[in-house]
């Protein structure tokens, strides 16, 4: 199967079948997305889905998805494959006239940001950086204004309702590797697709 027979497939609406779940998002479609913390209760764990993508960061290993892939699918195997790499970064106004360089910057008080929803991958990392700076999220203006896509993200500070967002950097297996596959993702640019296809998890 490559990538148009899961285009047709998803279209025939067999998405019963074989349902691609994000991790990170809210929102419910034909491929559906489902916050990451939702994910021992259904996609994945429960057998509703046969994929699903994650970008969850530990800041103890410093490392993505595979620790949390170990608790959220207790007695289970399963095999991690490498989609795309792409880098977080902060999102600031022109010329960062806050001058938003750490994420210790995130608790100056002239400084207010805009966050995600729980359970999305970002917030995940945005939590754990701050835990591991030493910074109470009390401390931090905006902590509790919720935005929920990187685009709605940087609007605001577009807005000036915010100084920063945590924004990626603008930048299975046969079909994960095929080139229509691959085409389609270069496409969306600004993502590394060296690794993509590779098996990097094994539990």
């Known amino acids: 199967m490559d990538y148009q027979d899961i285009q047709t497939f998803l279209s025939q609406g067999k998405t019963n079948l074989l349902q691609v779940s994000s991790l990170g998002g809210t929102r419910h479609s034909p491929i559906s997305y489902t916050a990451a913390y939702t994910f021992t209760e259904k996609p994945l764990y429960k057998g509703l889905v046969s994929v699903a993508s994650a970008h969850l960061w530990d800041g103890d290993s410093d490392t993505y998805n595979e620790t949390y892939l170990k608790s959220l699918l207790p007695g289970l195997g399963c095999t991690g494959v490498n989609l795309a790499s792409r880098m977080q970064g902060f999102y600031v106004a022109k010329g960062n006239p806050k001058k938003i360089y750490e994420w210790s910057d995130l608790a100056n008080k002239n400084v207010t940001m805009i966050n995600r929803e729980l359970g999305c991958g970002v917030r995940i990392l945005i939590d754990q950086k701050l835990r591991k700076a030493g910074i109470l999220v009390d401390s931090v203006n905006g902590y509790e204004q919720i935005e929920y896509s990187h685009i709605a ?51």
């Open 153 to 203: 993200g940087a609007s605001a500070v577009s807005r000036g309702d915010a100084d920063v967002s945590t924004s990626p950097i603008q930048s299975m297996l046969l079909i994960l590797t095929g080139k229509k596959f691959l085409k389609e993702m270069s496409g969306i640019g600004c993502y590394d697709l060296s690794q993509t296809g590779e098996v990097l998890i094994k539990i």
